[in-house]
């Protein structure tokens, strides 16, 4: 099965020139993480995306810094597939998300290595199925636009990337069976400047 985090969540941030901190916060309904994993030891790879996030992300692009802390709703999965949604939700035997018991994935990391104003990874944390874990965000595009046709507002967006073994946070479904537990995270991204 297949996993986040989600998190790898999630640097939407921002950055054009700006002379102190501005905090953005993530849009949910342009915001989702996607993953993949293998099924049946290469058979295939089956995807899936978390539909429900939150978060700020405080940047300041002038002195090179700034921070992401995203939360993802474990229960927001979507397969494809409703049966494997409520598996992968709420099945303890063997244990997947077990959304009831952690119901939400947190990314909290430090923006890093700017270039023209742009970070180009995110440095922090994972938490995931109870487990916490260090991990590391390639960010592969940045931008940030001074409005929207409506209302008017800055935006700014990023797309990342990371891969990770599921089985350090305590997910091993399919292990014994051969399947990979190699996940990778594709996080698009967008969030909005707060008043």
């Not at 002038?62 to 409520?86: K, Y």
């Not at 180009?120 to 994972?126: D, E, F, I, R």
Request: hydrophobic share 40%; charged share 20%; aromatic share 10%.
């Amino acid at each position: 099965m297949h996993y986040t985090a989600t998190l790898c969540i999630f640097l939407a941030a921002a950055g054009v020139a700006a002379a102190s901190q501005t905090t953005y916060n993530i849009d949910p309904n342009h915001t989702h993480p996607v993953f993949e994993a293998d099924h049946l030891g290469g058979v295939s790879v089956w995807r899936g995306l978390f539909k429900k996030t939150r978060g700020t992300i405080v940047l300041d692009s002038a002195a090179r810094t700034g921070t992401v802390d995203v939360a993802v709703d474990m229960a927001s999965v979507d397969f494809g597939n409703d049966d494997l949604n409520d598996v992968a939700v709420n099945s303890s035997a063997p244990p997947i998300f077990e959304a009831k018991k952690y119901p939400e994935a947190y990314y909290k990391g430090t923006l890093g290595d700017f270039v023209d104003g742009s970070p180009t990874t995110a440095t922090g944390s994972l938490t995931l199925h109870g487990v916490t874990r260090p991990m590391t965000l390639a960010i592969n595009s940045f931008k940030c636009v001074d409005d929207k046709p409506l209302p008017k507002q800055q935006v700014c967006g990023a797309d990342a990337f990371c891969v990770f073994n599921r089985a350090d946070f305590g997910i091993t479904v399919g292990q014994r069976y051969g399947f990979r537990m190699q996940v990778t995270l594709r996080i698009q991204v967008e969030a909005i400047r707060a008043e």
